[in-house]
């Protein structure tokens, strides 16, 4: 018997554990002093009712004999996957119906999908990243390459063509620093990846934050990207779903490399490692894409949206440099005064009683770095921000 030796590779992750026991400590200390935190990742308001409506009437079905269901089609019920290529086709993008893969969110596909890779790719993963594609790459043993992303760029890497690799991940808008490419920035990445025969694999889980149609909210509005790119996709962001779990994956019939569908293998991993997502949540995940569904889901995203704006305009008026708040839940501000980020996580929860989540904590560019989220609620970010103003003017 031989374990797989590649975990002991792994770095533990202190970022969040850190944070609470930090958060712990101050809280003992001082009972008395309202903490706010800007750090969370998570969404905070609750499912639309209508999507809450279909839950209980998919429950109801599930109870009587003729409605049963049993065993779903492993890769989703064909309702929910023609209501993902209608909303597909409002962004000018065709794709049947049987590219689509529903899973129980983006996560577990973003690790699952490196089953039909071999472990000989070469990849690359941006600094700072969402760990998910570091961990899960070492715990195969593939080697990793990083693309930098820095204040120089606007945390937007473009590929150099220096550098070989055959997987490359791209998250737009990005986690953790808002950032979002536009199409001639995609474009480019498309091209490198057909001239190195490589595979995008594009996160696409804060697409709906997008709010401008001249930026690209699917890798596949760039021409040739079903040839080399598949796309991950979550109703986590978009509609609340960090607890209902459900999310989807696009891998197009033309991808195919040495002579293989690519298709038919996420398929034939799906069908042998994976039994569906449950009828109830399907049903849920087909509400948001209800005339009222949308109109309840954005009203949340604005929520979100505008809460991003009140602390972009904060930093606007600090003269602090940022990327995101515009089309993402994100701001990733520089620490002011050359401040590290540890050191202005400390300064931030002991001065102002603000939590946010330092930059070091994705990787070694996101060192200097701050992340603030728009996913709390909006007298809380609105008084955290009167205190940076306060703090820092
Ligand atoms: N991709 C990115 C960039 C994320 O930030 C997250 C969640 O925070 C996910 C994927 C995972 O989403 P899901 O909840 O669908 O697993």
Same mark, same amino acid.
């Given at each position: 018997?031989?374990?797989?030796?590649?975990?002991?590779?792994?770095?533990?992750?202190?970022?969040?554990?850190?944070?609470?026991?930090?958060?712990?400590?101050?809280?003992?200390?001082?009972?008395?002093?309202?903490?706010?935190?800007?750090?969370?990742?998570?969404?905070?308001?609750?499912?639309?009712?209508?999507?809450?409506?279909?839950?209980?009437?998919?429950?109801?079905?599930?109870?009587?004999?003729?409605?049963?269901?049993?065993?779903?089609?492993e890769q989703g019920y064909a309702f929910l996957r023609e209501a993902i290529q209608s909303y597909y086709l409002k962004k000018k993008v065709s794709i049947q119906a049987d590219e689509i893969f529903i899973s129980d969110g983006a996560k577990s596909d973003l690790g699952n999908i490196l089953d039909i890779f071999s472990q000989d790719n070469m990849v690359l993963?941006?600094?700072?990243?969402?760990?998910?594609?570091?961990?899960?790459?070492?715990?195969?043993?593939?080697?990793?390459?990083?693309?930098?992303?820095?204040?120089?760029?606007?945390?937007?890497?473009?590929?150099?063509?220096?550098?070989?690799?055959?997987?490359?991940?791209?998250?737009?808008?990005?986690?953790?620093?808002?950032?979002?490419?536009?199409?001639?920035?995609?474009?480019?990445?498309?091209?490198?990846?057909h001239k190195n025969d490589a595979v995008i694999l594009f996160d696409a889980a804060y697409e709906c934050f997008i709010k401008s149609d001249e930026l690209p909210s699917s890798i596949y509005e760039i021409d040739?990207?079903?040839?080399?790119?598949?796309?991950?996709?979550?109703?986590?962001?978009?509609?609340?779903?960090?607890?209902?779990?459900?999310?989807?994956?696009?891998?197009?019939?033309?991808?195919?490399?040495?002579?293989?569908?690519?298709?038919?293998?996420?398929?034939?991993?799906?069908?042998?490692?994976?039994?569906?997502? =449950? /009828? !109830?949540?399907?049903?849920?995940?087909?509400?948001?894409? @209800?005339? *009222?569904?949308?109109?309840?889901?954005?009203? $949340? %995203?604005?929520?979100?949206?505008?809460?991003?704006?009140?602390?972009?305009?904060?930093?606007?008026?600090?003269?602090?440099?940022?990327?995101?708040?515009?089309?993402? =839940? /994100? !701001?990733?501000?520089?620490?002011?005064?050359?401040?590290? @980020?540890? *050191?202005?996580?400390?300064?931030?929860?002991? $001065? %102002?009683?603000?939590?946010?989540?330092?930059?070091?904590?994705?990787?070694?560019?996101?060192?200097?770095?701050?992340?603030?989220?728009?996913?709390?609620?909006?007298?809380?970010?609105?008084?955290?921000?009167?205190?940076?103003?306060?703090?820092?003017?």
């Amino acid at each position: 018997m031989n374990i797989n030796k590649n975990y002991l590779n792994l770095e533990d992750s202190y970022l969040f554990s850190n944070i609470a026991k930090k958060v712990a400590e101050f809280t003992q200390k001082n009972p008395d002093k309202k903490l706010i935190k800007l750090g969370i990742g998570d969404v905070t308001l609750p499912l639309a009712p209508a999507v809450v409506d279909a839950i209980k009437k998919a429950a109801d079905e599930m109870g009587v004999q003729n409605t049963f269901k049993g065993y779903g089609p492993e890769q989703g019920y064909a309702f929910l996957r023609e209501a993902i290529q209608s909303y597909y086709l409002k962004k000018k993008v065709s794709i049947q119906a049987d590219e689509i893969f529903i899973s129980d969110g983006a996560k577990s596909d973003l690790g699952n999908i490196l089953d039909i890779f071999s472990q000989d790719n070469m990849v690359l993963v941006p600094d700072p990243v969402y760990p998910v594609y570091v961990d899960t790459n070492i715990m195969a043993g593939r080697k990793i390459i990083y693309a930098e992303a820095n204040k120089e760029n606007g945390f937007l890497p473009l590929p150099d063509d220096k550098i070989k690799c055959d997987i490359i991940y791209i998250c737009s808008p990005n986690n953790p620093t808002g950032a979002v490419y536009t199409k001639d920035g995609l474009k480019k990445w498309v091209e490198y990846a057909h001239k190195n025969d490589a595979v995008i694999l594009f996160d696409a889980a804060y697409e709906c934050f997008i709010k401008s149609d001249e930026l690209p909210s699917s890798i596949y509005e760039i021409d040739g990207a079903k040839n080399c790119a598949i796309e991950f996709c979550s109703f986590s962001k978009t509609a609340g779903f960090t607890g209902t779990r459900c999310g989807y994956t696009v891998v197009p019939k033309e991808l195919v490399k040495q002579n293989c569908s690519l298709n038919k293998f996420w398929l034939r991993r799906q069908t042998t490692k994976f039994n569906g997502v =449950p /009828y !109830i949540v399907q049903r849920a995940a087909q509400a948001v894409f @209800s005339d *009222e569904g949308q109109k309840q889901i954005k009203e $949340n %995203i604005e929520y979100y949206s505008q809460n991003a704006k009140i602390i972009a305009d904060t930093m606007d008026k600090l003269g602090v440099w940022y990327t995101g708040g515009k089309h993402s =839940p /994100y !701001i990733w501000l520089k620490c002011p005064n050359d401040m590290k @980020s540890w *050191e202005f996580f400390d300064y931030l929860l002991n $001065n %102002i009683y603000v939590v946010g989540t330092p930059g070091a904590g994705f990787g070694n560019n996101g060192e200097g770095y701050f992340r603030l989220t728009s996913f709390g609620n909006r007298e809380n970010t609105v008084e955290a921000m009167q205190r940076f103003l306060k703090a820092f003017t």
